[in-house]
């Protein structure tokens, strides 16, 4: 399994804002272990879909909105999304870029401040 294989275009539009005002209204994807076919489902259907001895997973993480656009010294463009932030100065990021930089390359970005890869 590689990192790429979960990259995906997601329009802003389809991102919730705001939770349903009726939580059973939340989707849900559904996936049947037998066949391997996935289903959109409602949150509501979830106890009609559980069977004995089924696995449960729950993503309780926060999403923060941390995506930053740049540049490389060289020039070429890049995407950085900030998974962590493990103190004032550093933080844990996915980087995107045709050719990634080496350690001690520099990022500059549109709001006036520069990143040093590590």
Same mark, same amino acid.
């Given at each position: 399994?590689?990192?790429?294989?979960?990259?995906?275009?997601?329009?802003?539009?389809?991102i919730?804002?705001?939770?349903? =005002?009726?939580? /059973?209204?939340?989707? %849900? !994807?559904?996936?049947?272990?037998?066949?391997?076919?996935? *289903?959109?489902?409602?949150? @509501?259907?979830?106890?009609?879909?559980?069977?004995?001895?089924?696995?449960?997973?729950?993503?309780?993480?926060?999403v923060?909105?941390a995506?930053?656009?740049?540049?490389? =010294?060289?020039? /070429?463009?890049?995407? %950085? !999304?900030?998974?962590?932030?493990?103190?004032?100065?550093? *933080?844990?990021?996915?980087l @995107?870029?045709?050719?990634?930089?080496?350690?001690?390359?520099?990022?500059l970005?549109d709001?006036g401040?520069?990143?040093?890869v590590?």
């Amino acid at each position: 399994m590689r990192r790429q294989d979960f990259r995906f275009d997601l329009p802003p539009e389809l991102i919730a804002q705001h939770p349903p =005002a009726r939580r /059973g209204d939340s989707r %849900l !994807l559904a996936l049947d272990g037998a066949t391997g076919v996935l *289903a959109d489902r409602m949150f @509501r259907e979830l106890p009609d879909l559980l069977r004995p001895g089924d696995l449960l997973v729950f993503n309780d993480t926060r999403v923060i909105p941390a995506r930053l656009f740049g540049r490389k =010294a060289s020039g /070429g463009r890049c995407e %950085l !999304l900030v998974e962590r932030v493990l103190d004032p100065r550093r *933080a844990l990021v996915h980087l @995107r870029a045709s050719r990634p930089p080496k350690p001690g390359g520099r990022l500059l970005f549109d709001a006036g401040f520069a990143a040093t890869v590590l």
